[in-house]
């Protein structure tokens, strides 16, 4: 049996990339649509992109770190590990605020992952960040040579996987001690911290047989208007996120979160 996944993730807020990518998707003509986390956070309108989502049943939302971090009232009970965190948690307890109580309760149902299995035998595994930590405490960076990857995938066997929250678009063909597997990374929407400003979304086709193949895209998006609008919003620090929007660069690339 065929089928075609798109997936994107990580829109933090954003309407304009999230639309992009939509119109893109919506191009594809896909079986199914499924969204890796982080819709919140980093953004000008969580409760939109929140919105849109539960409006949209069809389409499958995982849950994202910084989802959590709003949904769950992080910011409450656990202490900042560094002044970055300090600032995130700062910016998720008023991202809550702007969410409704059936918008919360909503982001806290989104399971952790999702396993699709178009053929028995053959499974396609999807998380934020990495298949077991949402994204807190470990995460798959660019720097990740493909045998260190292989390495923290030990024990998780789907043939394909894909994943979000390093806002880098990439497919990785991983060889574990002899078996392939091909690895997803579908973020960003809202920002990208690769140097490449477009908003970026991935397509996974199972063409049977055990027989995958991956792509991710860029999608073309003029970044002024929105990176302005990022700069006058509520955001305590819209000024960075409208720089990264505009660059497509962590606003500072001495201290990438991961
Ligand atoms: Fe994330």
Avoid at 123 to 135: N, Q, R
Avoid at 225 to 242: F, P, V
């Amino acid at each position: 049996m065929k089928m075609r996944y798109c997936l994107y993730s990580d829109i933090h807020g954003q309407i304009p990339q999230l639309e992009a990518v939509e119109a893109a998707v919506a191009k594809e003509n896909p079986d199914k649509t499924i969204v890796i986390g982080d819709l919140v956070g980093l953004g000008p309108d969580p409760e939109v992109i929140v919105q849109r989502m539960m409006d949209r049943p069809e389409i499958d939302v995982i849950a994202g770190n910084v989802d959590l971090w709003a949904a769950q009232r992080l910011d409450e009970t656990m202490t900042p590990k560094s002044p970055h965190q300090e600032g995130m948690f700062r910016m998720s307890a008023m991202t809550r605020g702007r969410l409704s109580d059936s918008q919360i309760d909503w982001l806290l149902k989104r399971p952790f992952s999702i396993t699709y299995t178009p053929e028995q035998g053959h499974d396609f595994h999807v998380y934020h960040a990495t298949p077991y930590d949402i994204g807190d405490a470990d995460a798959f960076p660019f720097r990740l040579t493909d045998d260190e990857l292989a390495d923290k995938l030990k024990g998780f066997d789907a043939d394909i996987m894909a994943h979000g929250h390093i806002h880098g678009p990439s497919v990785r063909n991983l060889d574990k001690d002899g078996k392939k597997q091909t690895v997803v990374c579908a973020a960003a929407v809202g920002m990208s911290w690769d140097g490449d400003p477009r908003p970026a979304y991935a397509v996974v086709d199972y063409l049977g047989d055990g027989k995958w193949e991956a792509r991710t895209e860029r999608v073309d998006f003029d970044p002024e208007e929105q990176a302005k609008y990022n700069e006058n919003c509520w955001l305590e620090h819209g000024e960075r996120i409208a720089g990264m929007i505009r660059s497509g660069t962590f606003w500072n690339p001495d201290h990438m979160p991961h």
